[in-house]
């Protein structure tokens, strides 16, 4: 079962604009984690944000959670052809194990 | 994809055959996990271990196998038993002990002839 549905499944967008793209999930977590994937390749780690923090940023990403909406943000600010990936979002299944369910993931892809 | 290896890259399998992805880590990380990824979509838990020698089912364990028998090691058995195996196959590894964060290999492309 999928608790992560990332929005839109995909986005073209010009470089220097920004991107973003949103993740939903239905039940309740202890945090929620954003990760880059280029084609073929393996996932990298972005960004963590816990349940108790509202917003968070690293460099040219921003990172909002509500989890009254259950549902998490990522903005990824004066975008690069370089940015051009596949984005997740994971959440953990609860408390007492180490079990992360992945979303859908958002395309991304920057047009020079 | 730091200090997790999987080989080989790519592997082609005929059908009935038993194939298995090796992965291994030297990040000394308790927790190992498989996943598998289809074109276009997202990743799909197979198997996880949280410490060495106990290991669990994640949503699509059926036709697989796995063994976790020394810590940096995590192989996946495919079996003749998983239907449509064709598929990106990705190793993940976390520290553990709510450390969050997956580090994940470079991924296993299987392909069944």
């Known amino acids: 079962s999928q608790q992560g549905e990332e929005d839109p499944q995909a986005l073209s967008i010009q470089e220097g604009e920004n991107a973003t793209m949103n993740c939903s999930y239905k039940t309740s977590i202890n945090n929620l984690q954003w990760y880059r994937q280029n084609s073929g390749r393996g996932l990298v780690h972005l960004i963590l944000i816990r349940s108790n923090e509202r917003e968070k940023h690293s460099g040219r990403l921003r990172v909002t959670l509500d989890t009254s909406k259950k549902s998490s943000s990522l903005l990824i600010t004066a975008s690069r052809a370089a940015d051009t990936a596949s984005y997740f979002c994971?959440?953990?299944?609860?408390?007492?194990?180490?079990?992360?369910?992945f979303g859908t993931g958002t395309r991304l892809k920057v047009l020079a | 994809d730091g200090g997790i290896t999987q080989s080989p890259k790519y592997l082609f399998r005929k059908e009935g055959q038993n194939v298995t992805l090796s992965c291994e880590q030297n990040?000394?990380?308790?927790?190992m996990y498989w996943y598998r990824q289809d074109p276009g979509q997202g990743l799909r838990l197979i198997y996880y271990?949280?410490?060495?020698?106990?290991?669990q089912k994640g949503d699509i364990a059926e036709g697989y196998s796995v063994s976790r028998e020394k810590k940096e090691s995590f192989p996946l058995t495919v079996t003749s038993a998983q239907k449509n195996p064709t598929a990106f196959y990705l190793c993940?590894?976390?520290?553990?002990?709510?450390?969050?964060?997956?580090?994940f290999g470079p991924g296993t492309r299987l392909t069944v002839l």
């Open positions: 271990s949280q410490i060495v020698n106990d290991f």
């Open positions: 993940a590894s976390s520290m553990g002990q709510r450390t969050w964060t997956q580090y």
């Open positions: 994971a959440t953990d299944a609860g408390s007492g194990t180490y079990k992360y369910i």
């Open positions: 990040l000394n990380h308790d927790a």
